[in-house]
């Protein structure tokens, strides 16, 4: 391998968090001066300051919000909180087998949250009385249950043919960007399947497992899939990190992983490309000293390998450490600016020209020096226009409609009323 991985700009305008801290600090507050009601709207005003207009009810004590193809239903009924998430009907045949998946999930996933089987629906339930509220404790279930329920759903219909209970309202991605991002994955993968061959034959596994593994998240952090593609990736990169089989097997794992990727048609693709509206999000909120501390020991090693002259070993570990940090983090605009400066003008290039432009960005962000580039990295890639298209078409939607859908679905759900 003489030259690093091609980048491709993120599909999505920009990868920073819309939390609001003002809000949050406000909820805080709010719950130590025992106004419960307040403090858990604040908290909803951090997640999203238009989730409480958009889909609260006429006296603030109840909203309906989607989260990728499920909903959650919040309630406030007198002095305690009532939060449902409906998650799948029961098909006709093998419920057994899904029914244990549920009972794995109350017991090894869900902390505080659970499923519950109410007739022949599942659903997510917590309840509790106001005065217990924490905003942290409040994010997390909501975290708990947006992450669980848009992610399981999905392979439990996939696998034991459970059945929706709310199809979630989503904006495909048009024909031309779907053509280009098939494109730019069949290149990922031939990179990668390529540079493999090559370190496996020489038995370089660790080397092996870099490039699969930061492929993967590449192609996450490009493409942005839904669906139970999503779930394959992220289950595909965690996979990487396993210590309980030899290193050259979890290398034969992940080439199989981007062998499937390389060879799904584009028309299965085309179909978990979407854009779809969420209400917690599943990675966490970035920060300049969280980044730091999780770049500070390959850093470290990073300093002496680029001493000895080892390219290969700078390029293959920032170019992962960059991935992984959009892996499991909305990165702020500041660090997002400099890692994509540096990704661009690395890109594709012979180790030794990359190798010094990449050291130099993350040591840049382990300074704390934020400057913005000379030259905006975003330049000649706009998905602004199509993203406002993207917003235009969510908030164009005929609310009453589907307000009415809602209180309609959660009427059948329940048989009438909660209990």
Request: proline share 5%.
């Amino acid at each position: 391998m003489n030259k690093t991985l091609t980048f491709n700009l993120s599909t999505i305008a920009s990868t920073a968090s819309k939390f609001d801290d003002d809000a949050f600090d406000r909820s805080i507050e709010e719950f130590e001066e025992k106004k419960y009601r307040q403090s858990f709207c604040s908290l909803l005003d951090y997640l999203d300051g238009g989730l409480r207009t958009k889909y609260g009810n006429a006296g603030g004590n109840e909203f309906t919000i989607p989260h990728g193809s499920i909903i959650v239903h919040l309630q406030i009924e007198g002095e305690e909180l009532k939060i449902t998430a409906p998650f799948l009907s029961l098909p006709e045949k093998g419920r057994v087998p899904l029914l244990r998946q549920v009972a794995g999930l109350n017991f090894n996933i869900l902390d505080l949250a659970a499923v519950v089987l109410r007739g022949n629906h599942l659903a997510f339930e917590y309840r509790c009385p106001l005065a217990l509220v924490e905003p942290y404790k409040m994010y997390y279930i909501l975290r708990e249950i947006c992450s669980s329920g848009d992610r399981y759903d999905d392979e439990f219909v996939t696998k034991f043919g459970a059945v929706r209970v709310y199809e979630p309202r989503v904006t495909p991605y048009d024909a031309p960007l779907v053509d280009t991002i098939y494109d730019v994955i069949q290149l990922s993968c031939r990179e990668a399947l390529d540079a493999v061959k090559e370190f496996e034959s020489a038995r370089k596994y660790g080397y092996a497992w870099n490039i699969l593994n930061t492929t993967l998240m590449k192609v996450l952090y490009y493409a942005h899939p839904q669906g139970q593609l999503l779930n394959d990736l992220n289950k595909a990169v965690w996979n990487m990190d396993r210590e309980d089989i030899p290193l050259p097997e979890i290398v034969t794992q992940g080439r199989q992983a981007v062998e499937r990727l390389r060879q799904m048609p584009k028309e299965a693709l085309a179909e978990e490309l979407y854009f779809v509206e969420t209400f917690v999000p599943d990675k966490r909120r970035s920060s300049l000293k969280n980044i730091q501390e999780n770049f500070e020991d390959a850093f470290e090693n990073l300093g002496k390998a680029f001493e000895n002259d080892d390219w290969l070993y700078c390029c293959m570990v920032i170019t992962f450490q960059f991935y992984k940090l959009y892996f499991y983090n909305n990165v702020q605009d500041d660090v997002n600016a400099i890692i994509v400066d540096a990704l661009k003008q690395s890109s594709a290039k012979p180790l030794d020209e990359a190798a010094p432009v990449l050291y130099k960005a993350m040591e840049k962000i382990m300074k704390g020096d934020l400057t913005p580039p000379a030259e905006n990295p975003m330049a000649g890639v706009d998905m602004s226009a199509y993203m406002n298209m993207v917003q235009q078409h969510m908030q164009n939607a005929n609310m009453t409609d589907f307000a009415q859908q809602m209180q309609s679905l959660m009427s059948s759900f329940f048989g009438g009323g909660q209990k």
